[in-house]
Nanobody, 124 residues
Framework: QVQLVESGGGLVQAGGSLRPSCAAS????????MGWYRQAPGKQRELVAT???????QYADSVKGRFTISRDNAKNTVYLQMNSLKPEDTAVYYC??????????????????WGQGTLVTVSS
């Protein structure tokens, strides 16, 4: 079992900042890409930012220059620094991780894991 536990969402005024974090725990041999997605009411889930294990990043155009993704591989944790927040950033933010597990009986196994989501609300 692998779990992703998010924290750090909340209510903030437009122009403010938040820094949610997501910690992975459980049976993990290796963490590959980790990232953040979001889903606003009535909309599909969309990519916000991802980072590979060697630090390559990808951002949605709507957050470039305002959001920064980072990770602490020793802690299996990914962060999302969100600055200059706008009301349109309001959404449930989900952590995502691509995990490799290893067992002597089954060998290597890859799986994708999602967190439970953390609500970010930006007031105007």
């Amino acid at each position: 079992q692998v779990q992703l536990v998010e924290s750090g969402g909340g209510l903030v005024q437009a122009g403010g900042s938040l820094r949610p974090s997501c910690a992975a725990s459980g049976s993990i041999f290796r963490l590959n890409a980790m990232g953040w997605y979001r889903q606003a009411p009535g909309k599909q889930r969309e990519l916000v930012a991802t980072m590979t294990s060697i630090g390559r990043t990808q951002y949605a155009d709507s957050v470039k220059g305002r959001f920064t993704i980072s990770r602490d591989n020793a802690k299996n944790t990914v962060y999302l620094q969100m600055n200059s927040l706008k009301p349109e950033d309001t959404a449930v933010y989900y952590c995502n991780a691509h995990v490799v597990q290893y067992t002597t009986t089954d060998g290597y196994r890859s799986l994708e894991v999602w967190g439970q989501g953390t609500l970010v609300t930006v007031s105007s």
